[in-house]
T-cell receptor, first 110, second 115 residues
Framework: GQQVMQIPQYQHVQEGEDFTTYCNSS?????IQWYKQRPGGHPVFLIQ???SGEVKKQKRLTFQFGEAKKNSSLHITATQTTDVGTYFC??????????WGAGTKLIIKP | EPEVTQTPSHQVTQMGQEVILRCVPI?????FYWYRQILGQKVEFLVS????????KSEIFDDQFSVERPDGSNFTLKIRSTKLEDSAMYFC?????????????FGDGTRLSIL
């Protein structure tokens, strides 16, 4: 079946360093959504990308959707402690199901 | 801001027992979902529900699972005969439209522990 692979599983950064997580789908996606889950919390919607090659920004967060609509990335510039959590991508397939990536856990080194 | 609410926050059940997890979606939302997240792992889609019937379901959502909207506000997930591997966090979510167009709003989850 369709899969969305997300890497890395974990990323340890010093506060102030950048963070990036990548998602790759085995098939073309209609769109992709990004969610953030704080430790002990529930997923919270961040953004949706629909168009091929789309780039969206939310303050220090930059989201990209690949030209082939098979990959996406989230980049955080100058991480802060409030960025800690797990970031999930979720791609919509042709059957309208959201296929979730495994998530990338952002850990800020003390 | 309107929220999805889930009860109970933690449910402890003996293996083989039935359990019902409850959710109150956001009032003007039309699509409802259940997800499962085993501790520290990915979010897994279980089922979506629209217009009083299941829209899609995953391979996880077998005959042991059922969903119901018993009244105008509640949306429930029933597991008929729980197994140890059913232990997980169960999230309910709702959206105004099918997920391709609108974000899903998640509740705080019910932690299900099977003994």
């Amino acid at each position: 079946g369709q899969q969305v692979m997300q890497i890395p599983q974990y990323q340890h950064v010093q506060e102030g360093e950048d963070f990036t997580t990548y998602c790759n789908s085995s098939t073309t996606l209609s769109n992709i959504q990004w969610y953030k889950q704080r430790p002990g919390g529930h997923p919270v919607f961040l953004i949706q990308l629909v168009k091929s090659g789309e780039v969206k920004k939310q303050k220090r967060l930059t989201f990209q959707f690949g030209e082939a609509k098979k990959n996406s990335s989230l980049h955080i510039t100058a991480t802060q402690t409030t960025d800690v959590g797990t970031y999930f991508c979720a791609g919509k397939d042709s059957n309208y199901q959201l296929i979730w990536g495994a998530g990338t856990k952002l850990i800020i080194k003390p | 801001e309107p929220e999805v609410t889930q009860t109970p926050s933690h449910q402890v059940t003996q293996m083989g027992q039935e359990v019902i997890l409850r959710c109150v979606p956001i009032s003007n939302h039309l699509y409802f979902y259940w997800y499962r997240q085993i501790l520290g792992q990915k979010v897994e889609f279980l089922v979506s529900f629209y217009n009083n019937e299941i829209s899609e379901k995953s391979e996880i959502f077998d005959d042991q699972f059922s969903v119901e909207r018993p009244d105008g506000s509640n949306f429930t997930l029933k597991i008929r005969s729980t197994k140890l591997e059913d232990s997980a966090m169960y999230f309910c979510a709702s959206s105004e439209a099918r997920y391709s167009n609108q974000p899903q709003h998640f509740g705080d989850g019910t932690r299900l522990s099977i003994l």
